[in-house]
Every structure is written in structure tokens, then in C-alpha cells.
């Protein structure tokens, strides 16, 4: 719980004194954070659970392959279409993310929704949307109901996309991508 709510007063500081009247928008990825984070929000994948949950994960031996934020604020309200990481991504395919939210996230403010299963079918090999049409098999969905302290481990392959923020609650996740070493 101290970790978080450091975490959330260091997110706060840095949105009032940073991000106050703007922010710089990428338009082919808006949700991308561009901006540098302050060193202990740009520094959070070293905390201890996610070492050893991600050990689990991939093994003994692990490597960080990126860490950003992803946030849906009043510059970036829009969905995201269903995508896979995996072809963006450079290299190794066995990649997982943590998502970590330091703000609510749910269905209402742009939430991540998971087609559970979607992975067994790998890598697909083009970067853009991925319509489930076309595919023989579907895909339950799920979007989880996160609060800070809780954090979602997302192989690279999982299909997922999120909704439009509609309720003007900023959705603040931290997206930490790890491989094997």
C-alpha cells in the first residue's frame, strides 16, 4: 500500500507540474506517454513482486524489454483497437506485459479488455486491427476491474483493446514489458 500511494503522489506531481494544460500527443499511438517520467515512476518494474511474479512467468533468468505508460486523460479519450504487442516488438516473441494501474481502471475509463485464449494462436505477423471475423474460433472477453495494487500479467500474443474513456476519470497504467534473458 506505501508503495502505491508513492507512486500515485509521484503520478500526481508529475501530472500537475508536467502534463497541467498539455501534453505531447502521439498521434499513432495516443496513449502512449512521450513525456520523461520522473525517476521513481520510470523505475517501478525493479519492485520485488514483479521480479518474482515474472519469474514464474518466464523463468530465472529475465530481462526488461521496455517500460511506458499508457494513459486514456482528456488528450486521449478514444478506443483502441484489438491488437496483439507481438508485432511490435523487436526479437524474441516470448514477451509478457505487466499492466500497473496507479488510478482505477475499468470498462468506463478506457479499461483493457482481454480475448482470453487468443494467444495459442501466436504471433499473427502484421502490425494494425485484428478482426475476430476472420478467425474460425472466438474468444471470450474480459475486462477486468483494476484498483492500484493489483496489476495484470499479459502474454505479447493476448488479443486486447480498450474502450473509449467516457467517464472523464483518468486511466493511468504503467506497462512494463519483460522477456526471457
Known sequence: KDVIQQWQATW???????????RDVNQANPVALSEQLPPLLATMYRHDVFIETMRQVLGDHIALYNHRFVIKD????????????????VGNLNKCSL????????RDNGG???????????????AGEINPEKFDMQWPT?????????FVVMHSSLWHESGPNISGIDRILADTIVQAA
Do not use: I, M, W
Open 12 to 22: 500526481s506531481e508529475f501530472q500537475a507540474t508536467q502534463l497541467h494544460g498539455s
Open 74 to 89: 482528456r488528450f486521449s479519450t478514444g478506443k483502441v483497437f484489438l491488437h496483439q504487442d507481438s508485432c511490435y516488438h
Open 99 to 106: 499492466f500497473v494501474p496507479l488510478s482505477n481502471a475499468n
Open 112 to 126: 483493457l479488455t482481454f480475448h482470453v485464449g487468443s494467444h495459442q494462436l501466436g504471433f499473427l505477423g502484421d
Open 142 to 150: 474480459v475486462t477486468p476491474e483494476l484498483q492500484p495494487g493489483d
